[in-house]
């Protein structure tokens, strides 16, 4: 364990953290630079995962997958943003991983027994979740989207912007309304995922999209989608028809706590730089890591990643004890909001320390800094967590 590391991790975590480390190992930061620079998909790292197994991390064993929980998952995505691929690595591969979850709990049989085992072979992904719009983006209730039954399908209008990953999935997970706001008694009422083949989408001209050019996270892109008279089988539909909502966000608590893990192997990719960096420069005859100046910034920044590990760490250890659900639900917004920040100022904090250097491609920090900058407002932003907290933690009233 490393001095001052605020966890310390299980058998379980410590065989994750192993093999992750091994298989980024491969994949050096000139890897993640020139991928950022030519915003490439990391094709060759994700496939690797995949062929691992790992796109099935949290896929039940009958199914084919790991049946692992988001305690192990948490040391997985930690691991490999702390690889030096940052955020932007963890990201390529979060989806494929998360995405399966609501089909896993929610999914029928027959959707479960076809797609699940595929998945966890890495032969398919399910990398893109669709709910964002360009009117109701932190108002989620407010999507337009509209999925109208027709017989035994759902046709699909509507517009989603956003949405990462359209270009390496095979399938889409979409939240549609199926039922208009106006008409329901509560406003998370009417809507429902569905599961939509992306490539039949495409083929039949229903779908168009077009990547949106964008900073921050260069290798995963994000796009904007025009759904027209999209034909959904009723076998797409994931979960209950009206339920979509409630069950979305049963899964995004634990989501959310990942997230927070991303961040955190962030600060510590961002601190490790930082600290290289201010121990070899020297300036006036000295290493520029002997000034308090350089050195408190790292040394809070380390502090701040510690702590917000400690949450994320005892918050993932308790996510299979359902009765705990609200707790879990509370601090894994509370370690979203404080590993966000706490990655924010570790890449600030090394960008300084890198003086002119902090914007060269070439030392990785105006990267982290880039990305840093990014979990702050995704996929919630800080003030909807706040809002959260303030709301079901401190039980004040709601002002929107
Ligand atoms: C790179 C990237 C990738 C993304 N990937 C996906 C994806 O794969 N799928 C998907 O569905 N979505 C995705 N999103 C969308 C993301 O979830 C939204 O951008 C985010 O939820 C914020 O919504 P918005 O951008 O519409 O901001 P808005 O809702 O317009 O908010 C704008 C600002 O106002 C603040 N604000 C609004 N209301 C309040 C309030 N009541 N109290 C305090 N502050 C408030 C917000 O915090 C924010 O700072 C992605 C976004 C980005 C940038």
């Not at 091994?22 to 950022?36: L, N, P, Q, T």
């Not at 069950?247 to 990942?258: F, S």
């Not at 100046?293 to 380390?302: C, R």
């Amino acid at each position: 364990m490393v001095l001052g590391e605020t966890v310390s991790l299980t058998e379980q975590q410590r065989l994750v953290r192993d093999s992750i480390r091994e298989v980024c190992a491969e994949f050096d930061a000139g890897y993640w630079r020139e991928k950022d620079a030519s915003g490439s998909y990391p094709h060759e790292f994700v496939d690797r995962l995949a062929d691992h197994g790992w796109f099935g991390a949290l896929i039940p064993e009958e199914y084919g997958g790991a049946g692992m929980t988001t305690r192990e998952v948490v040391v997985m995505m930690e691991e490999i943003a702390a690889s030096g691929g940052g955020f932007s690595a963890a990201q390529a591969v979060h989806g494929a991983i998360y995405n399966s979850v609501p089909l896993v709990t929610y999914g029928s049989e027959e959707l479960k027994s076809e797609l699940l085992p595929a998945v966890a072979r890495g032969e398919t992904s399910i990398q893109a979740f669709g709910l964002t719009e360009p009117n109701a983006g932190s108002d989620s209730t407010s999507i337009e989207t509209s999925a109208v039954r027709d017989g035994d399908e759902y046709v699909v209008n509507g517009q989603k912007i956003w949405i990462s990953r359209v270009d390496a999935s095979d399938y889409l997970v979409l939240v549609a309304r199926t039922t208009p706001k106006s008409e329901v008694d509560s406003r998370t009422d009417g809507m429902t995922m569905f599961l939509v083949d992306l490539d039949e989408a495409f083929d039949r001209g229903t779908l168009e999209v077009e990547a949106i050019d964008k900073t921050a996270s260069n290798v995963v892109h994000s796009y904007e989608m025009w759904f027209e008279d999209l034909r959904l089988p009723e076998e797409a539909v994931i979960g209950e028809v009206g339920d979509g909502f409630s069950q979305m966000l049963d899964g995004l608590n634990e989501e959310r706590l990942v997230i927070a893990a991303e961040c955190i192997g962030l600060g510590q990719a961002a601190i490790d730089a930082g600290v290289e960096y201010a121990s070899e420069r020297e300036v006036f005859g000295q290493p520029i890591g002997a000034n308090q100046a350089i050195q408190h910034p790292l040394a809070e920044a380390y502090a701040r990643v510690q702590a917000a590990k400690a949450m994320v760490y005892t918050t993932a250890n308790e996510v299979v004890d359902e009765t705990n659900a609200k707790s879990v639900g509370a601090r894994a917004n509370m370690s979203k909001f404080l590993a966000a920040d706490a990655a924010f100022d570790a890449a600030d904090a090394a960008v300084q320390t890198h003086g002119g250097f902090g914007v060269a491609r070439e030392y990785d920090v105006e990267r982290y800094f880039r990305e840093a900058r990014l979990t702050r407002l995704v996929p919630i932003t800080q003030q909807l967590v706040l809002n959260y907290v303030g709301e079901n933690v401190l039980d004040l009233p709601r002002s929107y």
